[in-house]
């Protein structure tokens, strides 16, 4: 399974960016998906996850809940991010992972499968 993210770049405070990831291989349609982040010098850490279904609301980190969705589109092996009001501690590099076997998966160690990773900069 290749995921591959895209969508990252530079933007303002108070911006807004829509990372899209899309999978390679059909069946992982059916694995539970998410988004984490890694700035440097830290480790990763999830932004958001949802399930394999994608209903329900989906599960957030504390520091995007209220500014960040994620949704899936089946069909297409496909996740996003929907990111709003983006803050300099924002910045770091996004990855999508996929993870079989899981209903819904927050904890990086479960995913078996990344994304190569997106670059997003917040900064004006």
């Known amino acids: 399974v290749q995921l591959q993210a895209s969508g990252g770049g530079v933007v303002q405070p108070g911006g807004f960016l829509r990372l899209s990831c899309v999978a390679s291989?059909?069946?992982?349609?059916?694995?539970?998906k998410g988004w984490f982040r890694q700035a440097p010098g830290k480790e990763r850490e999830l932004v958001a996850a949802?399930?394999?279904?994608?209903?329900?609301?989906?599960e957030y980190a504390d520091s995007v809940k209220g500014r960040s969705t994620i949704t899936r589109d089946n069909a297409k092996n496909a996740v996003y991010l929907q990111m709003n009001n983006l803050k300099p501690e924002d910045t770091a590099v996004y990855y999508c992972?996929?993870?079989?076997?899981?209903?819904?998966?927050?904890?990086?160690?479960?995913?078996?499968?990344w994304g190569q990773g997106t670059l997003v900069t917040v900064s004006s």
């Open positions: 291989d059909p069946p992982c349609s059916a694995y539970a």
């Open positions: 949802i399930g394999r279904g994608g209903g329900g609301s989906g």
């Open positions: 992972g996929a993870a079989p076997g899981y209903g819904l998966a927050t904890i990086a160690s479960v995913y078996s499968y």
